[in-house]
């Protein structure tokens, strides 16, 4: 059955779980954290255990460990993410790499910019940026709207049945489509919390991964589950969260014929001359959300003209009347990245960072200003690094030399 459909898919689904194929998404899993005692235990035994995946795969009892759940603060906002295993990330690897991604690839769009090979954030801005010079070029002005939406709690509320349509609608290997949906079904939610009415409408409102980590756990029994849910941690909740919207990407550029649309995940931009065009097509959008359990947020999502400036993707965009887009950096990233200094100044001071580390983390971010205009911000912030770390030193070598020898002794 895997060979029959492999030849009329044109893609082997077998070859996921070849050895040579578990090997390399090995390597690459490791990457970055082969510093973890789980990672080093798995390659102790790299042999055994990518032979025992491999058996697991092929006698269908393959099931994922339990999610390793945490909040994590990333560029000033929370998320619930749940990490999975290196043993698991080793299986799911493979499979996306060599089935999910190389097939799918093909059903998105160009400007489907996030966690594609040789595409992500700066590969959307440009584009963005590449848009509105072909919208003045059209249009010789910078007068018209922009229709920016924003999914609210988007991986937190992907419906598995709604999920598995789409890969259903193009995958037709039957081993496999039942091996992602096992891996979907690991996502599911316990809600035995829930009454019959809550639990009767749970597909059809907004569910937040951050406030049910904070329910009591003595009242997860395991009497209700909710299929709905993938996430943020898994390299299949990326695949997932690229095709699961794939309708809106179809419908605005091939129904629609819209030329500057593009989609970063949850993030979407449309630019248009007409805002009574952009309002109903926000409409059209919302009635196809509806049937896939997306909600859009209303605060978030708004239609603005593209002459005042506008925000995408924590960047601030101002489009001139010659044409020219110019880009600045979002205000709060400017704000962190100050507290961040004055916090590596006090773990300096205790001995518990290098000032190398420091140095390259400052020049890893000042490398990015490239980017946008930002002469003034590059000259502000490098006067607080001087004033923090350049001037002390220069004052005072003994006081370094005291650093040191208190990161000697810790």
């Given at each position: ?201 749970c597909l059809t409102t907004v569910f937040n991964a951050l406030e049910y980590a904070k329910i009591d756990k003595r009242l997860l029994t395991g009497k209700r589950y909710m299929e709905k849910s993938i996430g943020i941690g898994s390299q299949i909740s990326q695949v997932s969260g690229l095709l699961y919207p794939t309708r809106i990407d179809n419908y605005c550029k091939i129904v629609k014929g819209l030329k500057y649309y593009g989609r970063y995940m949850d993030d ?143």
């Amino acid at each position: 059955m895997i060979m029959k459909d492999s030849i009329k898919n044109n893609t082997d689904f077998s070859s996921f779980y070849d050895g040579n194929k578990l090997y390399d998404a090995f390597q690459k899993c490791k990457k970055g954290s082969i510093w973890k005692e789980s990672v080093q235990r798995y390659e102790m035994n790299l042999l055994r255990n990518l032979s025992k995946s491999q058996d697991e795969i092929l006698s269908n009892t393959y099931e994922q460990l339990p999610f390793n759940e945490f909040p994590l603060c990333e560029r000033g906002r929370m998320r619930e993410i749940k990490a999975i295993h290196i043993y698991d990330r080793v299986v799911l690897r493979s499979l996306c790499d060599n089935i999910l991604t190389p097939f799918f690839t093909k059903y998105f769009i160009y400007d489907n910019g996030a966690s594609l090979k040789n595409k992500g954030v700066e590969f959307s801005r440009n584009r963005l940026v590449t848009h509105l010079h072909k919208y003045y070029r059209q249009y010789r002005t910078n007068e018209g709207y922009i229709l920016l939406i924003d999914f609210t709690k988007f991986f937190d509320n992907v419906r598995h049945d709604k999920l598995m349509e789409e890969f259903e609608k193009r995958l037709k290997d039957k081993e496999t489509l039942e091996f992602i949906r096992k891996i979907i079904n690991a996502f599911k939610v316990d809600v035995s919390y829930m009454n019959d009415e809550e639990y009767k409408y749970c597909l059809t409102t907004v569910f937040n991964a951050l406030e049910y980590a904070k329910i009591d756990k003595r009242l997860l029994t395991g009497k209700r589950y909710m299929e709905k849910s993938i996430g943020i941690g898994s390299q299949i909740s990326q695949v997932s969260g690229l095709l699961y919207p794939t309708r809106i990407d179809n419908y605005c550029k091939i129904v629609k014929g819209l030329k500057y649309y593009g989609r970063y995940m949850d993030d979407t931009y449309i630019i248009h001359p007409s805002k009574e065009y952009l309002q109903q097509l926000l409409l059209d959008i919302n009635n196809i959300c509806k049937e896939y359990g997306i909600f859009i947020n209303q605060k978030k999502t708004q239609i603005v003209k593209i002459s005042k400036g506008f925000t995408f993707l924590k960047v601030r965009y101002t489009f001139t009347s010659t044409g020219k887009v110019i880009k600045r950096m979002n205000k709060k990233a400017i704000t962190r990245e100050r507290r961040k200094l004055k916090k590596f100044r006090q773990l300096l001071d205790e001995g518990k960072m290098s000032y190398q580390d420091i140095s390259e983390a400052y020049g890893s971010w000042r490398g990015s200003l490239k980017h946008y205009s930002a002469y003034q911000t590059q000259k502000r912030m490098d006067k607080l690094y001087n004033d923090l770390f350049i001037k002390p030193f220069i004052e005072g070598r003994d006081y370094y030399e005291h650093l040191s020898r208190k990161r000697t002794e810790n």
